[in-house]
C-alpha cells in the first residue's frame, strides 16, 4: 500500500498587521534604552529564511516574523521581535503563552526563608526575603531584596541565586505603619491688651499744688509758692553737696 502523505503544518501567520495599534514594552536593561509605549505597526519582516541579528534586546526569535513599528510619540524601532508587542487592549490566543509567563507568580515571597550567593558568589548563605520586585518586561524573572542573617543587605538578587531554606519557617511580612495624622496647627495666642492710657491733668496747677501746698500762707496756692518751693529746694540741694558749709535752715 501506498503511505499516506504527511500532514503539512499549517504555515505560521505574523501575530500583528500594518496600521495595527499596538504596545511595545520598555526595554532598559545594559546595552539598552527603548522606552515602548503605543505604536503603529508599519512593517512585517519575514524572517523565516534566515534574518539580521536581533538588535532590540531579543536573545532570540520567538517566531518567524519581526515588525517595523512607529510610536505615537515619536521615534521608531526596525526589527522588533514578537514577544515585545501586545495588541491595544489585550492580546489574542496567539500570545497566550506570553501573557501566562508574565502572570506567572514569583518563586519567593515576602518573609521567606532562603539560602543565597552573595554577590553572585560560590557560597550559600542564611536570608531571608524583604521585598519582591516585578519585572519591567515580559520574560524576565522577579528580583528580591534580601537580608542575610548577619545583617548584610542585598538587592536584586536573582531567583537562580537562591535556594529555599526549609529548616526555618517563613515569617509574616512586617505590617505597614499608618500614617500618623499631621499635628494641627498651634492657634496663635491673641495679644494683651494695651494697658489704659493714663489720663492727663486739665490744669498743671492741680498737680503742683499737690506737690507744693501753701507755702507763703495767704490762704491759696499762686505762683509765689512754687517761686517759694524752689527756693528752698536749690538751697537744700546746695547743702546736700557740701555738708562742711553752715545749714542756712538751722537759724
Do not use: H
Request: proline residues 10%; contains cysteine.
Amino acid at each position: 500500500p501506498v503511505p499516506a502523505p504527511a500532514a503539512e503544518a499549517p504555515a505560521e501567520a505574523p501575530r500583528f498587521a500594518l496600521k495595527q495599534i499596538v504596545d511595545v514594552a520598555a526595554r532598559t536593561f545594559p546595552g539598552y534604552n527603548f522606552t515602548g509605549g503605543v505604536a503603529t505597526i508599519t512593517k512585517v519582516n519575514d524572517e523565516r529564511l534566515g534574518g539580521a541579528a536581533m538588535t532590540d534586546g531579543s536573545d532570540r526569535r520567538t517566531t518567524g516574523y519581526t515588525y517595523g513599528i512607529k510610536y505615537v510619540m515619536g521615534g521608531s524601532e526596525k526589527r522588533v521581535d514578537a514577544q515585545w508587542i501586545s495588541p491595544q487592549g489585550g492580546g489574542g490566543a496567539d500570545d497566550a503563552d506570553d501573557r501566562a509567563e508574565a502572570a506567572a507568580p514569583p518563586a519567593f515571597q515576602e518573609g521567606d526563608a532562603v539560602e543565597a550567593k552573595f554577590q553572585n558568589g560560590t557560597r550559600w548563605y542564611p536570608a531571608r526575603v524583604t521585598a519582591v520586585r516585578a519585572p519591567k518586561t515580559r520574560g524576565r524573572d522577579f528580583t528580591f531584596d534580601l537580608l542575610y542573617d548577619d545583617g548584610e543587605p542585598e538587592e536584586r538578587v536573582r531567583p537562580d541565586m537562591m535556594r529555599a531554606d526549609a529548616s526555618r519557617p517563613a515569617q509574616p511580612p512586617r505590617p505597614k505603619r499608618a500614617a500618623k495624622p499631621a499635628a494641627p496647627a498651634p492657634k496663635r495666642p491673641k495679644p494683651a491688651a494695651a494697658a489704659p492710657r493714663r489720663r492727663l491733668v486739665a490744669d498743671p496747677c492741680d498737680s503742683l499744688e499737690a506737690v507744693f501746698g501753701d507755702v507763703s500762707g495767704d490762704g491759696r496756692f499762686d505762683l509765689q509758692d512754687v517761686t517759694y518751693a524752689w527756693d528752698f529746694s536749690n538751697a537744700y540741694a546746695a547743702f546736700s553737696a557740701n555738708a562742711s558749709e553752715p545749714n542756712p535752715f538751722d537759724a
